[in-house]
């Protein structure tokens, strides 16, 4: 893949997705000696940055394939982001969800317009019913990450960085299926090979990093944790993002369920920013320099803020509650 997909999905998604703005962390910065900037993906009309990589690959289908519709299975940020978009290009969707589905997710994707469809009760039947949907009535299906025009359509995030932070060394990007980091590292990489891309994923359930020590995709268990966007495996048949993070990614560090806590309420209580786990992890590392090799100049991708906020609210005010996690 190369850098110039990563400027026509810019020119694909600029009606859709916004301009994110990269800001000052001051508390932070002191904190680490660093100037640390944070890139507010929580600022998307839908709340995270997946809004970037669909928007991309909506853009990328034939009008054949607008005409008869996209299906995803995510319920979570991708779901949010295939059904905003999909609206925007006037494009049918439809998320194909388990029964067991919390009610205030399944009402936010029919708030955005799209079709839910309940199917079993459990992720995987969802996914069976996306397949026959894309098999018998030839809709198509917008993956989460594995795909070169979500990939390019995330790494519009790294042409933001070097436009409006040219001294950046160091770039914090959350880490689970990898098309967010694939698409930052090849944005800066191609720029400055010098800058450093360090992924971040929660102890339980990384599959990225477990794939990277395997040397090829794996699965791992999946656990509850408060980084719940971060969850999920990278595929056993991955095409692009494995290859992408092995060989652009320079490492990828794990970090604890109470860090994340303490995350997310550094954000909120010293810098005033509402994240939710996986969009506050990229903080954690500040606390633990040495394990990342970082840089003077940090850039911090926090990637989302759709989170309950009766949980949040708990997590920030007491330390201790995030022994108890979100699923
Ligand atoms: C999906 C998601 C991630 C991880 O992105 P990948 O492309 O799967 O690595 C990080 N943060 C949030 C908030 C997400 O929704």
Known sequence: MQLQAIYRARRAIEDVAIRTPL?????????????????????????????????SALAGLSEQERARGVVCASTGNHGRAVAFAARRFGVSAIICMSELVPRNKLAAIRALGAQARIVGRSQDE???EVDRLVA?????????????????????????LLEDFPEIDTALVPLSGGGLIAGIAL????????????????EKGAAMQAS????????????AS????????????????????????????LVSEAKIAAAMRSLFLEEGWVAEGAGAIGVALLAEPHLAGLGRNVA?????????????????????VEEEPCR
């Open 212 to 223: 990277l020590a395997a040397g090829h995709p794996v699965q791992v268990e999946e656990t």
């Open 136 to 160: 018998a009535e030839g809709l198509a299906e917008i993956p989460p990450f594995d795909h070169p025009d979500v990939i390019a359509g995330q790494g519009t995030i790294g042409l933001e």
């Open 23 to 55: 800001v000052p962390a001051p508390v932070l910065s002191a904190a680490s000696g660093r100037e640390v900037r944070l890139k507010l993906e929580t600022t998307q009309p839908t709340g995270a940055f997946k809004l970037r990589g669909a928007a």
């Open 300 to 320: 911090i991708v926090v990637s989302g803020r759709n989170v309950d906020m009766n949980r949040f609210a708990a997590i920030v005010a007491a330390p201790g």
């Open 226 to 253: 408060l980084a719940d966007s971060l969850g999920g495996g990278i595929g056993l048949a991955n095409r692009h993002t494995f290859q992408m993070v092995r060989h652009l990614v320079d490492a990828v560090v």
């Open 187 to 202: 944005a800066l990489k191609t720029a400055s090979p010098a800058v450093r891309v360090i992924g971040v994923s929660m």
């Open 126 to 128: 969802a996914q069976e």
